[in-house]
């Protein structure tokens, strides 16, 4: 049974950098496409940034571009989120997710991922 469990997250100001990390277990972390997703008080879940297996190719929201990067480290069965120059607007509970079986066109898609980890809070004060 894959599990996945974030951590990295915390309390930082504008401006400042975070890295999250999300470890996996339970599968073989090189055949899984890895994302991070984020959720704010009252809004819907969405995509922050996504690794496909195999090949690493990258794809982010147009909201983080710049400022985030996605990248994983498959010695050691983790994926990461180095967010830089943060903004109030990135507080919120980030998801980390896998999944084997997804095309290009769906890496922007939570339903299109097969396992979750619990979440780590991401707040930035102004």
């Known amino acids: 049974q894959v599990h996945l469990v974030e951590s990295g997250g915390g309390s930082v100001q504008t401006g400042a950098s975070l890295r999250l990390s999300c470890v996996f277990s339970?599968?073989?972390?090189?055949?899984?496409?890895l994302g991070w997703f984020r959720q704010a008080p009252g809004k819907e879940r969405e995509i922050v940034a996504a690794i496909k297996r195999y090949g690493g190719d990258t794809v982010y929201a147009d909201s983080v571009k710049g400022r985030f990067t996605i990248f994983r480290d498959n010695a050691k069965n983790t994926v990461y989120l180095q967010m830089n120059s943060l903004k109030p607007e990135d507080t919120a509970v980030y998801y980390c997710a896998a999944g084997q079986s997804l095309i290009t066109s769906s890496l922007r898609n939570g339903a299109a991922y097969d396992h979750w980890g619990r979440g780590t809070q991401v707040t930035v004060s102004s």
């Open positions: 339970g599968g073989t972390f090189r055949s899984y496409t």
